[in-house]
């Protein structure tokens, strides 16, 4: 059974900085492209960053340059690092892993950056 849990979400203010965390069981981070969604009220679902199995990553424009994706192997872990918070970052961000073209969800952790 494939589980995501995340963490690592909170309050900061603009211009600074969180780490998200999601935890998997059931599955090797390094076998599976992970990827890291937000969603604000009232707006559609975005892709925030993505590595693959492989290890290649890629980014939202509206993140480019202030958010890294990395994962540790031996922690199962996948990590989100968000500098430079801006308001418009405000959201629910979920961790997602794609196993056999089946993708799994985490709960989800929330972000909310004050100006």
């Known amino acids: 059974q494939v589980q995501l849990v995340e963490s690592g979400g909170g309050l900061v203010q603009a211009g600074g900085s969180l780490r998200l965390s999601c935890v998997v069981s059931?599955?090797?981070?390094?076998?599976?492209?992970m990827v890291w969604y937000r969603q604000a009220p009232g707006k559609q679902r975005e892709l925030v960053a993505r590595i693959t199995s492989g290890g290649s990553t890629n980014y939202a424009d509206s993140v480019k340059g202030r958010f890294t994706i990395s994962r540790d192997n031996a922690k199962n872990t996948v990590y989100l690092q968000m500098n430079t918070l801006k308001s418009e970052d405000t959201a629910s961000y979920y961790c997602t892993a794609t196993i056999l073209y089946y993708d799994y969800w985490g709960q989800g952790t929330q972000v909310t950056v004050s100006s």
């Open positions: 059931g599955s090797r981070v390094s076998a599976n492209a």
